[in-house]
């Protein structure tokens, strides 16, 4: 009776510490972007959704070294007029080499004229032919809304990476998904 007891406080204990599960080729609970799904898209100016909008964010990145990173500071600006929430996803990836990859991500939303910032994680950002490893945890941003404050923002993008072929170049294309009463991005 004393070790199943103790078993199940050992499984509690790891899922609330954030177990560690695999993920290959961007297969998390089946979560793997759409490429080719328009609907998936929010236009600013849809009835069925106001107040919500699609930023894209493009990337091309050289892949020169097995791994790496690079920062993107003010890769764009984000005007947000009242309070909403944001997330962050990979809607596209142009791999022209299928180069066995992984690339996790950070974005760094910073305020302007404030010190204040949210940073979002984005591990196993992209996964192909090669195993990433991630928490169990959702996190805010990336597999769920964030809550933001209204306000303008800088946005800064870091990636690293580690692959397992020759170098090669890799074009991103990330979405900002935003719900609120109104948006507008910046030039």
């Known amino acids: 009776m004393l070790r199943p007891t103790l078993l199940l406080i050992a499984i509690i204990a790891l899922l609330a510490a954030g177990a560690v599960i695999p993920v290959y080729n961007n297969q998390l609970f089946k979560t793997t972007p759409s490429l080719n799904n328009p609907s998936e898209e929010i236009n600013p100016g849809d009835q069925r959704n106001p107040g919500n909008q699609t930023i894209e964010i493009p990337v091309k990145i050289y892949i020169g070294e097995k791994q790496g990173r690079v920062v993107f500071e003010n890769i764009t600006r984000l005007s947000i007029p009242s309070n909403g929430n944001i997330i962050f996803k ?9 180069l066995s990859i992984m690339i996790n991500g950070n974005v760094i939303l910073r305020e302007l004229n404030s010190v204040d ?9 992209y996964v192909n032919n090669i195993a990433c490893y991630r928490i169990l945890v959702l996190i805010p941003g990336y597999d769920t809304s964030l809550p933001i404050k209204s306000g303008k923002y800088l946005v800064d993008l870091e990636l690293s990476w580690y692959m397992e072929d020759e170098p090669n170049t890799i074009e991103l294309l990330l979405v900002a998904e935003i719900t ?3 948006i507008s991005k910046l030039d």
């Open 90 to 98: 990979l809607k596209q990836v142009n791999n022209p080499g299928n």
């Open 117 to 125: 910032k949210y940073t979002i994680s984005m591990p196993c950002l």
């Open 180 to 182: 609120t009463s109104g």
